[in-house]
Structure formats: structure tokens, C-alpha cells
């Protein structure tokens, strides 16, 4: 079956430091991988994506690149701020026939101080 | 822009009683979800509908119950609560394709079960 394996936490940085949280995926298939953010008290939101192998996906200074060959999606960021602090999930999606389900990694809290 | 919007945002329960989670989504999309999150876990699939009259069990179904009578509706019931059904609670949605599309999550329902 599928699965998702990230980085455990929690990270803690200070502001203008340089992010990775690692995430590596179990799949048939070729999957989409996403990475959600979960601000404190609210839900989940979209934070980036990519659909085939070598896409790289980018939002906000952040980035992630599809490595079929290493089954992985890291997240990356050049300079965090201490308004990214959150917990972060990599996640993958079947693009065949059982394609309804999200699968979620344990998710990453990330602290940013001042 | 509506989107996702769950209620209640929490409730406190006591052993053996029962209630409804109500989702409801604007955006007319096939597939809903509803997930359960627990500390250091991340989020675990109950239940999900791929359209109107159609759900199936996700990993974690036991103790729950869904209908789908309408394409903006997915309510959750718990029928006779139990302190391990103590979480945080998220429906998400999603449009029909073929498995690169987002999901939109609510903001989700903490609830306590004493």
C-alpha cells in the first residue's frame, strides 16, 4: 500500500535559517505529491505541488522536487520567517484507479523564533 | 467563498452519548473526506464519498457513520462516543480528476470525549 514517511520533529529555527524536511514516499503507480500547511488553530491548506517526476513545486519561497529515483520530496525553503511556524504534511495521491485517497505523512512542527 | 465549512468548531461529550458532524462544501465536488488527527500521527481517513449515495470506509471507520444524500453534504455521526474518539476532525473535498487536483480542508471540529 501506500505510505509517507517525513522527517520527525519537532524543528526549530531561528528566522533567515535555512529549511529541509525530508519526505520519502511508497507507491504504485506514479503517484502527485503535495505538501500541506496547518496553520495553529485552522485546517489544512495546499502549500505546493507536483504531478510527475523531476516537477518542481513552489510557493511562498517554498520548493519541492519530484525524485522518482529516490522516491522523495523534500521540502526546502533559502530563509524561513517566524511567520512560517507550523505543522507541514508531504502526502501523496494515486493517479490510477484508486485515486480518492490522500495519503498523509505524520507531519513536521516547525518552530521560528525572532 | 465559503468552501469548506464545518460545525460545530467544538464540543465536549460524554461516554455513550451521540452527535453529528456537519460538513458542507460549495464548490461542487464529487469527493469528501472526513479525517481524524491525533497528536504525532497526522491524519487518518474514516470515511469518504466519491459523489452523491456513495461512501466507502477509509483506515479508521469503527464507531462512525456517514451519509451522502447530497452533493454539499457529508455529515459524520458518532453513535456512542468513546474517550478514543477524542481528536480533531476534518472534512475535505476535492474535484473529480484524475488525481492531481487539491484538497480543500475545513477548519476542522476539536472534540473531547469525558
Known amino acids: 500500500g501506500n505510505s509517507v514517511t517525513q522527517m520527525e520533529g519537532p524543528v526549530t529555527l531561528s528566522e533567515e535559517a535555512f529549511l529541509t524536511i525530508n519526505c520519502t514516499y511508497t507507491?504504485?503507480?506514479?503517484?502527485?505529491l503535495f505538501w500541506y500547511v496547518q496553520y495553529p488553530g485552522e485546517g489544512l491548506q495546499l502549500l505546493l505541488k507536483?504531478?510527475?517526476?523531476?516537477d518542481k513545486g513552489s510557493n511562498k519561497g517554498f520548493e519541492a522536487t519530484y525524485r522518482k529515483e529516490t522516491t522523495s520530496f523534500h521540502l526546502e525553503k533559502g530563509s524561513v520567517q517566524v511567520s512560517d511556524s507550523a505543522v507541514y504534511f508531504c502526502?501523496?495521491?494515486?493517479?490510477?484507479?484508486?485515486?480518492?485517497?490522500?495519503?498523509f505523512g505524520k507531519g513536521t512542527l516547525l518552530t521560528v523564533n525572532p | 467563498n465559503a468552501g469548506v465549512t464545518q460545525t460545530p468548531k467544538f464540543r465536549i461529550l460524554k461516554i455513550g452519548q451521540s452527535m453529528t458532524l456537519q460538513c458542507t462544501q460549495d464548490?461542487?465536488?464529487?469527493?469528501m473526506y472526513w479525517y481524524r488527527q491525533d497528536p504525532g500521527m497526522g491524519l487518518k481517513l474514516i470515511y469518504y464519498?466519491?459523489?452523491?449515495?456513495?461512501?466507502d470506509k477509509g483506515e479508521v471507520p469503527n464507531g462512525y457513520n456517514v451519509s451522502r444524500s447530497t452533493t454539499e453534504d457529508f455529515p459524520l455521526r458518532l453513535e456512542l462516543a468513546a474517550p478514543s474518539q477524542t481528536s480533531v476532525y476534518f472534512c475535505?473535498?476535492?474535484?473529480?480528476?484524475?488525481?492531481?487536483?487539491?484538497?480543500?480542508f475545513g477548519q476542522g471540529t476539536r472534540l473531547t470525549v469525558v
Open positions: 464548490m461542487n465536488h464529487n469527493y
Open positions: 475535505a473535498s476535492r474535484d473529480r480528476d484524475r488525481g492531481t487536483s487539491e484538497a480543500f
Open positions: 507507491a504504485t503507480g506514479y503517484p502527485s
Open positions: 507536483a504531478t510527475k517526476a523531476d
Open positions: 464519498s466519491v459523489g452523491a449515495g456513495i461512501t
Open positions: 502526502a501523496l495521491r494515486n493517479s490510477g484507479g484508486s485515486n480518492y485517497k490522500l495519503t
